[in-house]
């Protein structure tokens, strides 16, 4: 088969991958490029999941795009409105033509003498072997595994009589009404599934090991749409990212106090409902994620008695149940596992440079869009206090400046090396179990500018709009030119 062959390629027809898209058609109007997505239609995330309740856990006037505003009063969006707003983006930029569904990209080849990517895959539905290249790669994949989400085995789970259901493979037919239902796991996943499922289970018990920081927020945000209404949709997007930083800078300054305030607000929520052993992290806020409950229905359905928490250990599985270490029995016909996801750094597609094989934990991420090492391949890598929209539509952009410099230098290729000591520290800074058990297999960030990511928005806008693309890392290259070994810090 012959190798097709764009200027750049995208991997993941995501929230990122059209983002990427969008800024390379406005500016680097002259590449051509092609998006590969393994699924067959476009959304990532929001068309792989389908559990009930499935909507955001970020605002969307930031998870939106920046050039094209959330349009909608509703500031929490559910499943349905988020495809069509993706669908209409797409379309209205003409990105839809641009899209390969079906094909299954495994592996991505660097060779420095002609500064180009080869790409080589799979069609998902005829089996065939899919050959492209590409001058710069975008990997816009996500970071956790599609195939399948994290499951731990649970002694007796064999004896249980009713269907465990992970919400990553969530069966259609499955049918929960007047059921006992015990979900398994405290994080984003689980506050979603539990009042869209009490409202037709008999009940809905949340077993957690620990407690998570939950918070209640109106879905649609009163100031925010007055500020719409007055200034256009720009300024309610200013308003959730600037009183987002604040309260994040609020929690991190003062996290005892933000705590107390997290914990009584939910006592308000419950009334005689409230038990702190159930609310009370052992962690400080923001070490992990807080869930968010638009318009408080996760107490709403506690309140109505459709709803539980349990916070105790599993001993096992009983054939109609779950014991749990302190003796007691918790009832279910159905059992869901809301125990997270595999993380996985671009997709799992093997990385090689010049013949050696990229090892992305012995990596460092570059302003937080490539790794060391590595040339002309820009990821995807999002805010972890934030939405994930607003770091991703930065660092398209800032691929779009270095792409339109290379050009206007003669230059094939780029790649940032580490040329001075640097201390290590964990790519996403969250406690979460999700993220510990995989680090070691990400890139790392670094304690010192460029390796460092910073987590504010107005740092990130001003840095990777305004400052030199030229710094003392970045090393740019004629294919013409004899190239010294790329594989340093990228191999074993």
Known sequence: MAQQHT????????ISGISAAYHLQKN???????????????????????YPGIRSDSDMYTFGFSFRPWADDSAIAEKRKILEYLDETSSEFGIDDKIRYGTHIKRADWDSATAKWSLSGQDEATGETVELSAQYLFMCVGYYSYDQGYRPEFAGEERFKGPVVHPQHWPEELDYKDKNVVVIGSGATAVTLIPAMAEDAAKVTMLQR??????????????????AGWFGRRAARWWFILSGMFIYAYCRLFPDRAKKAIIDDIEKELGDKFDARHFTPNYKPWDQRICLCPDGD???????GKAAVETDEI??????????KSGKQLDADIIVTATGLNMLFVGGIEINIDGRQMQAGNTYIYKGLMCNGVPNMFSATGYTNASWTLKVDLTNKYACRLINYLDANGYQYCVPEVDQDIEAAPLLDLSSGYIQRSVDAFPKQATKTPWRLYQNYLYDKFTLAFTPLKDRAMRFHRADEITRDLSVNIAD
């Not at 002259?30 to 699924?39: D, H, M, P, V």
């Not at 996760?298 to 109505?304: C, D, Q, V, W």
């Not at 001993?315 to 749990?324: P, Q, V």
């Open 28 to 50: 680097c109007p002259g590449k051509t490029y092609q998006i590969i997505e393994r699924r067959q239609r476009k959304g990532g995330t929001w068309d792989l999941f389908n």
């Open 298 to 304: 996760f107490f709403a359905a506690m309140r109505a």
């Open 7 to 14: 200027d750049v390629i995208i991997i993941g027809a995501g």
């Open 315 to 324: 001993e096992e599985f009983t054939e109609s149940g779950i014991a749990l």
């Open 210 to 227: 620990s407690p998570t920081y939950l918070g209640a927020k109106p879905a649609k945000d009163p100031i925010a749409n007055k500020l």
